[in-house]
């Protein structure tokens, strides 16, 4: 999902909602126990197997067993995919004061403020999403566009690059990591 200018990640971001929104809630998101055999699955995966791997990742990402952290996120969600930013930040922000352990919460609050481009407040969001679920591709390649817009791309690469060592297949991310790496060291990939 990585992009200098933002509008594919938005794109990109706005197809997933769907998908999103029907996920089944069950237990608490970074803790389930199937996640580490399909992190494990995922960086073996190629790109016909990973987008359904990342789909269920994605969907135990977003249960959380209070309802109304459940709702907050549902409701944020849709504000989100209006483009209603500035009411799904609030939305997330209710989310994250009640449920301060769900990383997904904080990855959406992260998210928001991106597209707000309040980049410093993406950045905490993004560190406390990563505390709470270190594998989160999804903030380490948003934390690599971020580095990016602030004319950091050593800081993106590395970033960039944590997110494929967790999920290989991920080509927006991995032409970013290409460009930069013959931007960076002045040789083809």
Known sequence: MASTSGGCSRRA???????????RRALADQRDPALPDLFARLR????????AIEGRIRAIWYRHPD????SLLDEGVVLLSDRQWSAAYRRFDELVQRAPDFAEAWNQRATVAFLLDDLDTAV??????????????EALARLG???????????????????????????AVRRQADELRSRLFGRDI
């Open 124 to 137: 905490r969001d993004i560190q406390r999403t990563l505390a709470l679920e270190p594998r989160h591709f």
């Open 67 to 70: 309802r109304i952290v459940t």
């Open 145 to 171: 566009e971020i580095y990016l817009k602030r004319g950091h791309p050593e800081a993106a690469l590395r970033a960039f690059e944590a997110a494929l060592s967790i999920h290989p297949t991920m080509a």
């Open 44 to 51: 073996r995966a190629d790109a016909v197997e990973a987008p």
């Open 13 to 23: 971001l706005l197809g997933l909602l769907p998908a999103l929104l029907a996920a």
